[in-house]
Structure formats: structure tokens, C-alpha cells
């Protein structure tokens, strides 16, 4: 009897040992098709469910994972491909708030920054934030050109073919709309078309979806648009990019007329004039929530006028002039069987409870994580008692877990009248368990305290801290290697052989020379072929010129996201002058330290991290070898310079009267001024409102040009 309709957990031994044999057939079979006629016979979604299923087997029974098993094979997985788009205008994403306060905090902070009193009334919107993706849509001349989604939120994948099959999106405006049109929302699929989808799925003996945001991703990352046309998605308009000609003035308006041409919107948007109509829209929709066809996760509020918001402007992610108010994380109870440690890039231990299998908003939930040793003892990171009377987490221990959006579910309560008698504390480890090594929990200098977290202190010896090292390396956002996922650098970092052997990301470059010398020819091994080798080393030859902001990134330096990579890059411009940069700051004093902590974003830990780095040998080695292979592109410079401040270091002083400090600053900043505190030999510009001192007495010391408000108004409008 076929079993796939069992469950992985109900299976017996040897049920799974066929199924597996089976799902090896099925998956190499769809793989030929897929790459050879460019003819699949199933859907991504339906090909994913198979790997998904054939993994779960694996991860019950290891012993029986098959030498042609799909998760053993290189380069089969059909990675669909879509040309990239440039946003003409960035996609942007949300702040986020959780609470009545934080909301309150997000209006005053509009206030300030705008510099209104209280009772002069700023409007805004409040409408669903819906649960889907989102998409930016282009009409040029009226007639739908192409339509991206968010991506990076820079650049995005062109799914136009895929977006012209959604009957509620309009492929052509009413006459009169600007010349060009960028629409932004939110692609989604109704709860009801989901549920109907399962039915059938279940009807079919097919795996289900797991809910309907990641349906509709799936069912829009077809490369057959009929796939995409049967799958019923829905839009809401909310938002634009570029627009050519502005025909509203308020964010209300906009919307309007979106539904003017035939766009929908969402029906429970209202403009409100205070916190409290505001929170009281929340409630009310929250109330409603369960009775929508369509799966929400918040209240989205935007400042009204499209003037303040211009003024607003943004930070680096998210506009000061939106906040996401989201509802609380939903909860469930399930059960600890197991405590896993998990070795990160860093040498962190980070213990994961594996749970029960338990439906948590609609989603299953395997797995927790559990943080560090303090959080399982019910601790948080000052030590504080997190949990009522200091409950610690043990195995076997009924918990509640929370699962909010997409971060990883959190284990928040334990129950303590079902603790087994028999449960006992958790034992944290004392060595690695990938390398041996000590683990310990390194005191903070300053404070004295011990630090929450647990590292392994291999470095380089510990296998889990090189290869997640190199697996961050290869990752999408750092050099996005195609072809050398997490499977194929496990492959290549435990390889006895030489010419085969990946164990620094240098080695990634050196590869393709390696194998022409040696007799152990990587084709031949099992899961690569003659075409996915090709297609490797074409991968790798891609990435020998570089953006330095993501070589930075790839680097892997503690608290070096990909945020801070961007400043750094922005701010050094070459990699030579921030490898100097950070060698001279070596000291943690002097020039260079300062310059470093000077970056607005960078604070004291991260520039010790980095200068840290780089005071390791083994680093700049690796850095050297992998500059010899890899060339870092200088970092553009931002957009701004036809800007007459553009370059300029800018010290505002005085009470200023046409805008607040933090506006001008971010003004500024915006068309590329790096603004100071205080004047020295190198600022530019000494912008003085009344009542400036001692700061416009240095800069007519040092000769400084000086302006007034107004002057400078005039120097930015040109
Ligand atoms: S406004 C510049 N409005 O939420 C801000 N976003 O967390 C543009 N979203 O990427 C976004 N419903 O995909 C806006 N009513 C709504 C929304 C909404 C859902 C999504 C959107 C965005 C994400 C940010």
C-alpha cells in the first residue's frame, strides 16, 4: 500500500525504507524533465512537498538514507529563476509596534520630528496590514509593463507573465492617469481558496500547504503562468513608487483612487486625528479579524499628508512616517522531548527544544529556540526572572510556545502541575558538542557580568563554526554562490581529497584550478554531473568581482549585518581603505577608532568587533588569499551628488525655526551631507539659527562658510 498519506512519525521502518526508495525514483524522474525538456509535469510547490517529505523520512530514520537520495544530489533542485527588476523607487518595509505605548511613542515621535504642538492635528490612515506579498506593479502610458516583488527591496524578481493572471489587478488604467504609474500591495490568496486548494490537494493524496501567505508566494514563483492563473490570488493597493505626476495630495486620496481605476482596497481603512480613534480602529479590526477572508497580522498607520510625509522622509529600512502596529503572537501548549545545542557561525551554543508537533496559528511548530543557559534556567540577559517563580525549561516539561510572523517560535511558560515527577534540570555543556572544545560564557569587561551567551572557543578547529562560516559566505545576500548550499559545503569541507577540499572561502576560488590537475574529477562523484559542475564554477567565476558592502558582509564579522556592511561601504568607499581604517584603529583610540565610531549606526560594540577581527592573523590571511581570487567593487556613492551639499560635513547650531534639528539633519543627510556636531578644519557649511555661540565663533575663526536658515534652504532647493 502506498503510504505517502501516513504519517512520517506513524511510519514503521520498513515502510520508510520503501517510500524513500520510491520519492529517490519520483524526484530524479521530475528532475530530468525539469532541466532536460523544460517540461515538468508538476507544480514547484508539488515537487517541494516531495524533497520536504523524503527529508522528514531521512530525519527519522538517518540509517536509511539511500545513496541516490534527493538530499544527497547537487544542483538538481529546480531553483526557479526570474530576471531582476530595479525598483525605480525602493520597497521599503515596516517598523513594527507591539504595544499602546510604543503606538503613542510613534505619533509623538512624528510630532517631534516635525516640530507641531499637540493641538495642531496631524491626520493618518489606519487600514489591515495584510499577511501576502507585495508586489510593485508598473503602468506606463496606462498599460500594465511589468510587475516586481520586493526582493532585497532594491531589486526584485520580474513576475509580470505571473501577475497578468490575476484577474483583479487591472492591465490597463483609465485615461487621464499619469504617464508612469508604480501601484504597490499586497498579493494574497483568501482563506477560503486556500482551504477549497487542500481539499483538493487531500482529495488528490497530495501533501497540503502549510497556510496561505507561503501558497501564494509558491503559487506566484511559477515559471508556467497557467499554474499561477489556477491558483486564484487577490490584491489590495495601498502603496506607490514611482509616480510622474502626484494626483492626490494625502495618502487617503491615493487609495481612492487607486479604486477609482479599478484597483481593490481594503474596505476597513479610515483617516483618523488621534491615538485614541487610533487604537480604537485596532480593536475594531482585530474584532473582525477572524470573520476576514484574508489573513492579517496588524494595523498598518501612515501619517496622512504626503507633504509631511516627503518631510518625514525615512530611516535606512523603514519611513518615520509608517508603523506597523501588530496583534499579539498566538500561543499553543506541546511538549520538550529534546534539548539540542546547536554551534553557530560564531561559536555560539544555542539550545533548541524539539517539540511535540503542535499547530500554533495555523502553522506546525517542531521546534523552539530556548536562547541560551539563562533563558532554560528562566533567567533573562541581566538576570532578571522571566518566567513566574523562575520556572526552568526541562525535558518533558509541558510548555507554552509563541510564534509571532516569521521569527523563530520561543517556548514562554512552563505548566508546572505536568512537570514529571522524574524531570530533572537541564545540564548545560561545558565543551562543544561539534569539536570538544571548552565552551564558556566570556565576562563583559565593563560590567563584570557573565555574558549570556555560550561560545565554543575552538574558532577555526570547531567543523560547526567553519562551515557555518562558509555557508554565511556563500549565502544570498553575502557572494550567493549558486549551486554550493549547506549540503555541498558540508560535501566539500569533509573531503579527504585536496582537490576537492573546501575549508576557507578562498578555497571556493582555487576549486576549478585544483581540479584541473588532479585524477579525482568532481563530475564523477555522486550528485554533481559534467552540466551542475559547469554551472558551479560558472557560479564562482561570477562572484570574482564583488560589491564591497556584501564582501564585508560575507566576512562574517560579529555584528556585521548586512545594515552595517552598507555603512561601512558607504563610508570607507575601497576595501583597502577600510582594511587601513580598521588596522589603524587597532589602538581603540586615535583617528582612525574615532572615524569608525563617528559612523551614525555604528556603535562601540560593533567597532570593537570589527577591530577585533582584523587584530586576528588568521582573518587578514584569509582576507589576503581571498583577495588574490576576488576583486571588491568601490562602493557607489549616493545618489544625491548632483547635490550642492552633496560631500559636504554640515554643523547646524542655534534654535533653529524652519524645521527641527532631527528633520535637518535627515534632510541633509539625505542628499548626501554628513552632518557633524561640532566644527573643525573639516566641515563645510555652519548653518546658525538665532542665538548661535560659540560653534559659529570657531567657524568664522577657521573660515568656515556660515549661512542662516533660509540661505541654506535656498543652497538645497538650488
Ligand atoms: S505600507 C513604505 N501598508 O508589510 C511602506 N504595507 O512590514 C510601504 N504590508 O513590505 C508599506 N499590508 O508587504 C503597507 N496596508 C499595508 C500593508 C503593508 C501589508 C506589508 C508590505 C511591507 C510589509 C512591511
Known sequence: MPTESV?????????????????????????????????????????????????????????????????????????????????ARPMLSLDNTFSQEDVQDFVASVYRFLGRLPDQSIAFTAEPKIDGLSMSIRYENGRLVTAATRGDGTMGENVTANIRTIKEIPTELPKG??????????????KSDFMALNKQMEAEGKQTYVNPRNTAAGSLRQLDAKVTASRKLKFFAYA????????????????????????????????LNSVADILAHYDDIGLKRPDLDYDIDGVVYKVDSLELQQR?????????????????????????EKIEIQVGRTGALTPVARLTPVTVGGVVVTNATLHNEDYIKGLGNSGEPIRDEEHDIRIGDTVIVQRAGDVIPQVLDVIMEKRPADAVPYEFPKRCPVCGSHAVRERNE???????????????????????????????NAFDIEGLGSKQIDFFFESEEEALRIRTAPDIFTLERRQQNSLTKLENIEGFGKVSVGKLYAAINERRSIALH???????????????????????????AFA???????????????????????????????????????NVEVISALLSEVTPQDAEQPVTSDSPVSGKTVVFTGSLEKFTRDEAKAKAESLGAKVAGSVSKKTDIVVA??????????????????????????????
Not at 487609495?255 to 483617516?271: C, E, I, S, T, Y
Not at 560590567?447 to 544570498?476: I, M, N, P, W, Y
Not at 562574517?556 to 575601497?574: D, F
Not at 538665532?690 to 532647493?717: C, F, H, N, Y
Request: proline letters at 5%.
Open 550 to 576: 556584501r564582501f564585508i558582509y560575507a566576512l562574517g564579522i560579529r555584528h556585521v549585518g548586512e545594515t552595517t556592511a552598507k555603512l561601512l561601504a558607504r563610508s570607507y568607499g575601497t576595501y583597502e
Open 177 to 190: 492617469v499619469p504617464a508612469v504609474v508604480e501601484v504597490r500591495g499586497e498579493v494574497y490568496m483568501a
Open 312 to 336: 518625514l522622509g525615512f530611516r535606512s529600512r523603514s519611513p518615520r512616517w509608517a508603523t506597523a502596529h501588530k496583534f499579539p503572537a498566538e500561543q499553543a501548549f506541546t511538549t520538550v
Open 7 to 87: 504519517a512520517v512519525e506513524d511510519l514503521t521502518i520498513d515502510d520508510a525504507a520503501t517510500e524513500l526508495a520510491r520519492l529517490a525514483k519520483e524526484v530524479a524522474h521530475h528532475d530530468t524533465l525539469y532541466h532536460g525538456k523544460d517540461q515538468p509535469e508538476i507544480s514547484d510547490a508539488d515537487y517541494d512537498a516531495l524533497k520536504r517529505r523524503n527529508d522528514a523520512i531521512e530525519a527519522r530514520f538517518p540509517e536509511l538514507i539511500r545513496e541516490d537520495s534527493p538530499s544527497r544530489r547537487v544542483g538538481a533542485a529546480p531553483s526557479v529563476t526570474f530576471a531582476p527588476v530595479v525598483h
Open 580 to 618: 587601513a581604517a580598521m588596522k589603524g584603529a587597532a589602538p581603540l583610540s586615535g583617528d582612525a577608532w574615532n572615524d569608525l565610531n563617528a559612523i551614525e549606526g555604528i556603535g562601540e560594540i560593533v567597532a570593537r568587533a570589527i577591530v577585533e577581527f582584523y587584530k586576528e592573523p588568521r
Open 446 to 476: 565593563k560590567t563584570g557580568k557573565l555574558d549570556s551567551v555560550t561560545r565554543c572557543t575552538g574558532g577555526f578547529v570547531c567543523r560547526a563554526q567553519a562551515t557555518e562560516h562558509l555557508k554565511h559566505f556563500v549565502s544570498r
Open 240 to 271: 506607490w513608487g514611482e509616480i510622474s505626476d502626484m494626483p492626490a495630495e494625502t495618502q487617503f486620496d491615493m487609495v481612492q483612487l487607486f479604486r477609482d481605476w479599478g484597483f481593490p482596497v481594503n474596505p476597513l481603512m479610515k483617516r
Open 689 to 718: 539659527g538665532p542665538g548661535a555661540g560659540s560653534k559659529l565663533d570657531k567657524a568664522r575663526e577657521l573660515g568656515v562658510q556660515t549661512m542662516d536658515e533660509d540661505e541654506w534652504l535656498a543652497l538645497i532647493r538650488g
